[in-house]
């Protein structure tokens, strides 16, 4: 079973699901943290602050965590846990072009970004 965990940038999601994973596994288990490479390449600028977010998020996790960058394949071993990183950028990306944004939970829809007229 997956969890997607959604929430602006630097809400605290990856905290909260390094945490979780970490929590829910025997000690020295494998775990692939899997963050898209095709974002750096497109924006220097961002390539830079990218980096830096790799560097904090490997600071905070145990050695034998692995890190993938790839644009491709977001699991592919099911029997590693895998946490997927920088869904919310790409969340962002999509609701800027977007004439209407909705964010629904418990049934109930709630504009986030009403729909132009």
Same mark, same amino acid.
């Given at each position: 079973?997956g969890?997607l965990v959604?929430g602006g940038i630097?809400s605290?999601? +990856?905290?909260w ?6 929590? +829910?596994?025997t000690p020295?288990? /494998? ?7 095709? !974002?750096?390449e497109s924006? /220097? ?6 980096a830096?977010?790799?560097?904090k998020h490997?600071?905070?996790?145990p050695?034998?965590?692995s890190?993938v *960058?790839t644009d491709?394949?977001?699991?592919r +071993?099911p029997d590693?846990?895998t946490?997927v990183d *920088?869904?919310? +950028? ?5 609701a800027a072009?977007?004439d209407? !944004?909705v964010?629904?939970?418990a049934?109930?829809?709630v /504009?986030i970004k009403?729909?132009?007229?």
């Open positions: 079973m969890t959604l630097r605290g999601k +990856s905290r699901a390094e945490h979780t994973i970490a929590d +829910s596994l020295g288990q /494998p775990v692939r943290y899997r963050v898209p490479a095709l !974002v750096a924006d /220097p600028a961002w390539a830079q602050e990218w830096q977010r790799v560097a490997h600071e905070r996790r050695g034998h965590w890190t *960058e491709t394949q977001l699991r +071993s590693t846990a946490l *920088e869904l919310g +950028s790409l969340n962002q990306r999509i072009v977007c209407q !944004v964010l629904v939970g049934g109930q829809a /504009p009403p729909a132009r007229t």
